[in-house]
DNA sequence: GCTTGACCTTGAGTTTACTCAAGCACCGAT
DNA sequence: ATCGGTGCTTGAGTAAACTCAAGGTCAAGC
């Protein structure tokens, strides 16, 4: 946009082009248009020349579903998480349980993956004590020991 | 395998068909070559018909990358890993140092999404106490409240 | 000796979430 | 009038991690 050079915030400008809308979240002009085309960004206005026109809403709006991601959302689930939002007040019920089951979802990837990591740093100090003694510490099988003969038939 | 039907545990045998490891592992035998042809599996030997074995410790082999895939490590980087492993003990130090940031990547990401997660649960009891009392309960603006016209030229 | 079940290989297909390229339109400034 | 900066659309390309299909092999039981 052309006054964006020394009008920077848009500060009396009440629509942000998508070149400010990209500048305020982070993500590129591609993917907030991909983002629209994939039906998670309502209310998005063509001007006179077809170029789309956002307020600062959607800045929080684009914050928003990022946490979303951020949280492993796919976008799918965020177009219908979009679309109630699109259709008003009378789409809280729906929305509070899609939320409600997508933080129990988050909760427990999160605690898989602390399990996870908990065996990762386990196998971290077995590998430390090691280096630091020179002497295996017993425990935690790692990989790699054959018994004498693969057991099948011969060639010929 | 012939035998495993009668012999689900190969009890008696040293070896383990891919079978037999994925059934172990949980993984398909699909995932299985493919992990190995991606040098994920070290220490694989055919037998006389050409047909992998393996030995018990590529099931807690298997198990342990799951762990590094569960916390987000990429398959390139356990492919890196892996050929450490297949190079002995003389590569600790090595493995030592990217389970080490591994870790710490790990740990970092836990933050984040803990921290992504608070804000859903922030916008999750906005929700939830709207919805009880009826009443919006201020804070946290969501989206599309547009301000009158879109700035732009007419088309003609 | 034939069927069956477990394996084999190669190569293609799938899903998710972007990311880029090409070619054109618009608008404000000079 | 024109030019640079933004923006537009369509469609193709990419990367990761599988997943499957087709067609063939092998060993054992009947």
Not at 14 to 24: N, S
Not at 33 to 39: A, I, L, M, P, T
Not at 46 to 58: A, I, P
């Amino acid at each position: 946009m052309s006054t964006a050079h020394w009008n920077p915030h848009a500060s009396r400008r009440e629509t942000l082009t998508i070149g400010e809308l990209a500048a305020r979240t982070g993500k590129s002009l591609h993917t907030i248009r991909w983002y629209e085309k994939q039906g998670l960004i309502p209310g998005v206005v063509r001007d006179g020349g077809g170029r789309r026109t956002y307020v600062l809403d959607h800045v929080g709006w684009l914050q928003f579903i990022d946490q979303l991601r951020m949280t492993g959302m796919t976008v799918a689930e965020m177009r219908d998480y979009a679309a109630l939002v699109a259709q008003g007040k009378k789409t809280l019920p729906d929305r509070v349980e899609i939320l409600r089951d997508h933080r129990d979802t988050v909760r427990k990837r999160l605690k898989e993956t602390r399990k996870a990591l908990k065996l990762v740093e386990q196998k971290l100090g077995f590998y430390s004590t090691w280096l630091e003694t020179g002497e295996r510490p017993a425990e935690i099988p790692t990989l790699m020991r054959r018994p004498k003969k693969p057991n099948g038939s011969k060639k010929a």
